[in-house]
Nanobody, 127 residues
Framework: QVRLVESGGGYAQHGGSLRLSCEASGFLIDNYNIGWYRQAPGKEREGVSSISSSDGSTYYEDSVQGRFTISRDNYKNTAYLQMTNLKPEDTAVYSC????????????????????WGQGTQVTVSS
């Protein structure tokens, strides 16, 4: 079965950390750029971060720059989003996508369809 599955969400306190995983099955992420997105209740979906498959270049939305780190492990067929210094405004459903669109552009494509995308994992940050 071809799919992307996110995990690692949950509850964190203000200033805490979480690491999200985006595991692919049924295809290899080697040739795909990966994007992370989030949608908070009552707000539009936004791009959080993306990483290139070719050179590992990374891109971040301004509000998470310096706090979140995107990475990928092609051997594990998994991408990650390390989130530190979490704030209540980071509360959202986080989801990942894989696509051949350049990573810088992928960050700006905030809605499906992508080549592959997951259903999301909830992150809740308490104040």
């Amino acid at each position: 079965q071809v799919r992307l599955v996110e995990s690692g969400g949950g509850y964190a306190q203000h200033g805490g950390s979480l690491r999200l995983s985006c595991e692919a099955s049924g295809f290899l992420i080697d040739n795909y750029n990966i994007g992370w997105y989030r949608q908070a209740p009552g707000k539009e979906r936004e791009g959080v971060s993306s990483i290139s498959s070719s050179d590992g270049s990374t891109y971040y939305e301004d509000s998470v720059q310096g706090r979140f780190t995107i990475s990928r492990d092609n051997y594990k067929n998994t991408a990650y989003l390390q989130m530190t210094n979490l704030k209540p405004e980071d509360t959202a459903v986080y989801s990942c996508a894989a696509d051949r669109v350049p990573a810088r552009t992928l960050l700006k494509i905030t809605t499906p369809p992508y080549d592959y995308w997951g259903q999301g994992t909830q992150v809740t940050v308490s104040s």
